[in-house]
């Protein structure tokens, strides 16, 4: 009953300076609890066979759902197809799928491969996918229906799908700058989704050896086989930069405690102006702030730094003043809801004005600020940036241009960037006056107007760009130009803005609603079970609603 907040966390390693801190912060006795029996037992084991063989054996032993972690989207999928062909359930498991399954909408694509692997009793589960078939998958493995999923390493974070065996297939993972091997934390994390109180007496988790060790072990066992005894076998390397693993290393992970959590911080104009907005000492406000961060030493002293570095540029700029009595003050007005993680909203809005209202292409160049302002979604640039490339690769050879003087320019295509230059001179120009916004770029792009010129609908951009295993993230790129049209420009720009504003909703909801109602909850104040309600499906046959009014909008 004393208890005021609990902290709680399988994984988060040596404790003892967070509960350290929590004493010093609230003048409190902070009890820590640490139990390290898991109320299902986990058993762990060393895989020689291929993913496939070893699911085979899992579900004659029993030991399944198997959850088989991949530590990237596309080898998640790919390993789904590859199971395809095992016979995972029966005649009567697949019409009780068909039946949990209902009317639900595949869109076609991704879509009609998932419904082809789920009736099999083989899911797919990561970021990348439509929130709706996340989701699909989910209930069926809640249900029991769903015999293997085939997902990342982030299954976990904030779902339970219930799990009675965790299948690794590799210990090493690339983590957007290096491929490394994976840490106890990381490990324990993942370990820690298999067995499911209530249905298991225990969890198994179970690592793959790395392919080319399963092909020198079958290679010798061959060799043996063969003359009775055993002979010299030319075995397989590993791949070039192959960060490799072993069964050593695995029970190292097993017995390793998870690694201590250590902070991260960053100063920013931002976080200045936000100290100095609030008022007193801000001297002592950013000391304290920073002295109180769970970083290293070295690390607060480059902080410290940092922030006098900034404080000197928006003193230069007449942004802040020290006063005769030393207080530090603004000089100037935040903007409304100034929001730390927003810096660019308010360039957005002001930015219109460089937007010459009689041109054609005034509409569309209005969405080019808005979208310039947002976060860059890597795997839709990519796509458009190889796009790009392979139509100029096509028209350089019909003009004859050799190989090298392709290769040279080839390094020059990128993926569209309307408004570029202006927009880059803009910035330069508003953040003399908003320093805070000097910290986020503007990332010109052409995503929302790319579909308009091009008159897609949702399935035939993602099928343009072959993008079917990132619907999720297009979907969440597209609601997010939604929000900010209808936040910042849309009300005042126009009807033909209006209208796309209006059919980019009727186009999200037709794919997929629930990111979209998320948002109106947020900002409506919806009831909570009320959205938790399933979005009955968009009318059709499966195709977007911008197929019909959403269409007549978008032209006219």
Not at 54 to 75: C, W
Not at 102 to 116: A, E, K, M, N, V
Not at 171 to 198: C, M, T
Request: aromatic share 6%; charged share 25%.
């Amino acid at each position: 009953p004393a208890a005021q907040f609990v902290l709680m966390s399988a994984t988060l390693g040596d404790t003892s300076e967070i509960s350290a801190d929590l004493d010093r912060r609230t003048g409190r006795q902070t009890v820590t609890i640490e139990h390290p029996d898991r109320p299902v037992p986990l058993e762990y084991h060393w895989a020689v066979t291929p993913v496939p063989e070893t699911i085979e054996k899992l579900q004659a032993e029993g030991r399944t759902p198997v959850y088989v972690v991949h530590f990237s989207q596309r080898e998640a999928v790919e390993r789904a197809q590859a199971l395809s062909s095992l016979r995972l359930v029966t005649r009567e498991q697949r019409d009780e799928i068909s039946d949990a399954i209902g009317d639900f909408r595949f869109l076609s694509g991704f879509g009609q491969t998932l419904s082809r692997l789920v009736r099999g009793g083989i899911g797919v589960h990561h970021a990348g996918m439509l929130p709706r078939y996340r989701r699909l998958v989910e209930q069926l493995a809640g249900q029991g229906l769903l015999r293997v999923i085939c997902g990342t390493d982030t299954l976990g974070v904030g779902i339970n799908v219930p799990i009675r065996t965790v299948l690794l297939t590799a210990l090493s993972k690339y983590d957007g700058h290096r491929v490394r091997p994976i840490n106890a934390r990381e490990f324990h994390q993942i370990a820690g989704r298999a067995g499911r109180a209530g249905f298991d007496t225990q969890g198994d988790v179970v690592v793959q050896a790395p392919e080319f060790e399963i092909e020198n072990l079958r290679a010798l066992a061959k060799a043996e086989n063969a003359t009775g005894k055993k002979r010299k076998v030319v075995r397989k390397q590993p791949p070039r930069g192959f960060v490799s693993w072993n069964e050593q290393g695995f029970r190292k992970l097993i017995a390793a405690r998870p690694e201590p959590l250590r902070g991260r911080m960053a100063m920013s104009s931002a976080i200045l102006i936000n100290v100095v907005a609030g008022g007193g000492d801000v001297v002592a406000h950013v000391r304290r702030l920073i002295d109180e961060s769970r970083i290293p030493p070295a690390q607060k002293f480059a902080l410290a730094r940092r922030a006098l570095t900034i404080f000197r540029s928006l003193k230069s700029a007449g942004i802040v003043v020290v006063t005769e009595d030393g207080q530090v003050t603004l000089t100037v007005d935040l903007p409304p809801h100034f929001a730390l993680n927003q810096p660019l909203s308010a360039f957005a809005i002001a930015a219109q004005e460089l937007i010459d209202p009689d041109s054609e292409t005034a509409t569309r160049d209005r969405i080019s600020i808005v979208e310039a302002t947002l976060e860059d979604p890597g795997a839709i640039l990519a796509a458009q940036r190889e796009a790009a490339r392979a139509e100029a690769i096509s028209r350089w050879k019909a003009e004859g241009i050799d190989y090298d003087e392709r290769v040279a320019l080839l390094e020059e295509i990128s993926y569209p960037q309307p408004l570029a230059e202006l927009l880059d001179e803009a910035y330069r120009a508003y953040i003399v006056d908003v320093p805070w916004a000097a910290d986020t770029p503007v990332r010109p792009k052409s995503i929302l107007r790319d579909m308009i010129e091009h008159a897609d609908d949702f399935r035939s951009f993602v099928t343009r760009y072959g993008l079917s295993r990132s619907e999720g993230t297009v979907l969440r790129y597209l609601s997010d130009v939604y929000r900010a049209l209808r936040q910042t420009i849309a009300p005042a720009a126009g009807t033909e803005l209006a209208g796309i504003v209006e059919w980019l909703g009727m186009l999200i909801r037709g794919t997929d609603s629930s990111l979209v109602d998320e948002w109106s909850e947020l900002v409506t104040g919806a009831d909570g079970d009320e959205a938790a309600a399933p979005s009955p499906p968009a009318p059709g046959a499966g195709g977007d609603p911008s197929r019909d009014r959403g269409l007549r909008i978008l032209v006219g």
